[in-house]
């Protein structure tokens, strides 16, 4: 028996009607034919402007978001923190273009902020850079390129919104999240976390940064702010991930001939992930980590790094974390055990939530016929049921 196989408590929650619904959508998304063709389908579906939005609401959208508002995800957050599991609500609009776009991101992602001041089941918030920002203009200034008047102006208008943003969670108390993008956007991404944290998180920790331990260089990394950290005074917020652009990464280093940035090899990325994990727990003084995270190997190496250094189990500086519709048996183990749990949940139009559920039908789609990890805990539990 391992730390998440209680089956029954990681589906405690879940109607039958779930368990077939969820059942379906694994099944198809996992054959990578018809994940290809469903995913392709949907987006010239949606190019003719067909009305294709309730039969994704009801199905996919179901399973991976909380709602399309705020509002409406909140039967998810009161069903998530029945079992102790902590919602971060992560405003999913991507692909935004113009400044009114951009203001109303910020806009969003505060009245997150202000949900999660007035409730304990919602510890975090959440933003993308490239919710505030055109996606070309961080590349610019990840770059160090020379900007023009009006890209200058955008820099100044984005840097506003970030800092409007980590300001009112400092003063809300409600930590703030930043996700980690592609490689090169990253920079700038780095540069302006690592200002933020020197500006808000000097008694305690408000703002995280994220690293995606699939990049060869983010060991690195990790040590250079963690002595930056202690030569500067401030505390450090990360979450650590894997990373969600592997195959982007790969390709675009081939297309433009420079040298790959991520690991080619799963192991190096599980050592470096692992490695990252000890470095952390071994500096909780001062890091606050969040381990987003499906891996059972490196969630099981976690639980037992904090045991093993005496670090109580629901210590506010570690917190693990999935993505909601993703290793329940993980989450609900684990919550239902003593440890901090927070499940993201992405809200938002359905349209603009699409490339995200994309990128979830592709990590789920099965490698070489291989039977996913969630279609196989899914049947598990509907024979647990019959029997
Ligand atoms: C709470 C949470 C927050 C997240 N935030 C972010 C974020 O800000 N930015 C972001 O990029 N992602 C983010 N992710 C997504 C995350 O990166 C993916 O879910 C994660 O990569 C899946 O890996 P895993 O740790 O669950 O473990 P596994 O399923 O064991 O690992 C899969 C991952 O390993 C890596 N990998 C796969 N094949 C290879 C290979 N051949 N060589 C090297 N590496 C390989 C890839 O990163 C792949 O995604 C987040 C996930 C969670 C749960």
């Not at 730390?3 to 959508?25: P, Y």
Request: glycine residues 4%; positive net charge.
């Amino acid at each position: 028996m391992t730390k998440f196989d209680n089956i029954k408590v990681a589906f405690a929650d879940k109607s039958n009607l779930d368990l077939t619904r969820a059942h379906l959508l694994f099944k198809t998304i996992s054959n990578p034919i018809i994940s290809k063709s469903l995913t392709f389908l949907v987006k010239i579906l949606l190019w003719l402007r067909l009305p294709i939005s309730p039969i994704i609401k009801a199905t996919v959208f179901k399973h991976f978001c909380g709602g399309t508002t705020i509002e409406n995800s909140q039967n998810v957050i009161d069903k998530l923190w029945k079992s102790h599991i902590g919602t971060i609500l992560d405003y999913s609009a991507e692909g935004k273009q113009t400044e009114t776009d951009f203001n109303n991101v910020m806009e969003e992602t505060i009245r997150t902020i202000k949900k999660s001041e007035r409730e304990v089941s919602i510890p975090f918030s959440v933003f993308k850079f490239s919710g505030l920002c055109s996606f070309s203009l961080l590349e610019k200034m990840s770059n160090n390129d020379i900007l023009s008047e009006k890209e200058n102006l955008g820099k100044e208008m984005f840097l506003n919104r970030v800092e409007k943003i980590c300001k009112f969670g400092y003063d809300s108390k409600v930590p703030i999240f930043i996700d980690a993008e592609e490689s090169w956007i990253q920079d700038i991404i780095d540069e302006i976390s690592v200002k933020m944290m020197k500006k808000f998180n000097i008694h305690e920790t408000w703002i995280f940064n994220t690293l995606q331990l699939y990049r060869k260089d983010r060991l690195a990394y990790l040590h250079k702010i963690l002595s930056d950290s202690r030569k500067n005074n401030y505390f450090l917020g990360l979450k650590l991930v894997r990373g969600a652009y592997h195959e982007q990464e790969i390709k675009r280093a081939k297309e433009m001939n420079y040298s790959c940035p991520v690991f080619t090899k799963k192991e190096d990325t599980d050592r470096d992930y692992n490695l990252a994990i000890k470095l952390c727990i071994d500096n909780i003084d001062r890091i606050s980590i969040c381990a987003g995270t499906h891996n059972e190997k490196s969630t099981a190496l976690l639980m037992d790094l904090m045991n093993e250094s005496n670090i109580l189990k629901n210590d506010k500086r570690v917190y693990f974390s999935q993505l909601l519709g993703m290793s329940d048996h993980i989450s609900y183990n684990i919550s239902n055990d003593g440890f901090n749990v927070v499940k993201y949940v992405p809200y938002g139009p359905v349209k603009d939530v699409l490339p995200y559920l994309i990128r979830r039908a592709k990590e789920n789609t099965s490698i070489a016929g291989q039977m996913g990890r969630e279609l196989t805990n899914i049947i598990e539990e509907k024979k647990r049921r019959k029997s």
